[in-house]
């Protein structure tokens, strides 16, 4: 089975502090996403990969960067977190090619920002 | 306007019923569909994906797509309780990237 494994369930930070969410799959997938996900808007992506030292930003990327060093592990970084991403945070893996909607989910780690 | 839309519910439907999920998109250009189950607390897992246009079977899971109309949907026979969970509409548009609606919350009552 796929696995991937988010660092962290549960964090709680304050205002300012720097933050990393690490994420890692097992399965070899090139492509790998972080999402944020708040009651009534959904999953959001926030940057994605689609290999080795690549990133691109999603639709909600300010406030996050990410590094993608191995391609097994993929890290969601808030530089200053603020009350505003408290949240929970959603890394996700599948292979490339068509399928690329095909997505497995990590078991999410519940971000507050105090 | 939202990219993917779908009915956030509750939808609530008795054992052994039909529920029906429905999600309308606006990227003509998308080019596949999925289904994701989500319990509480849990994360999402895909139970369906359709490409092209019509019905794709899998057990009690029927996903229907319409492109012309913009619109799938997911059809549960038999639904069971254990079929309660948050269904979320995911769709890869011309950008390649996947976006979700908010999911319909559905609820089987025994």
């Known amino acids: 089975d796929v696995k991937v494994t988010q660092s962290s369930r549960y964090l709680v930070k304050r205002t300012g502090e720097k933050v990393f969410l690490e994420c890692v799959q097992d399965m070899d997938h090139e492509n790998m996403f972080w999402y944020r996900q708040d009651p009534g808007l959904g999953l959001r992506l926030i940057y994605f990969?689609?290999?080795?030292?690549?990133?691109e930003k999603g639709d909600i990327p300010e406030g996050y960067s990410v590094s993608r060093e191995k391609k097994e592990r993929f890290s969601l970084i808030l530089e200053s977190a603020s009350t505003n991403q408290t949240s929970m945070y959603l890394c996700?893996?599948?292979?490339?090619?068509?399928?690329?909607?095909?997505?497995?989910f990590g078991e999410g780690s519940r971000l507050t920002v105090l | 306007q939202k990219e993917v839309e779908q009915n956030s519910g509750p939808l609530s439907v008795p054992e052994g019923a039909i529920a029906s999920l429905n999600c309308t998109y606006s990227d003509r250009g998308s080019q596949s569909f999925f289904w994701y189950r989500q319990y509480s607390g849990k994360s999402p897992e895909l139970i369906m994906s359709?490409?092209?246009?019509g019905d794709k079977e899998d057990g009690r899971f029927t996903a229907q797509l319409n492109k012309a109309s913009q619109y799938v949907s997911l059809l549960i026979r038999d639904s069971q309780p254990s079929d309660s969970a948050t269904y979320l509409c995911a769709v890869t548009g011309s950008a390649r990237q996947l976006t979700f609606g908010s999911g319909t919350q559905l609820t089987v009552l025994p």
């Open positions: 990969s689609y290999d080795v030292k690549m990133k």
């Open positions: 359709i490409y092209s246009n």
């Open positions: 996700a893996s599948g292979l490339a090619g068509g399928t690329t909607g095909e997505l497995f």
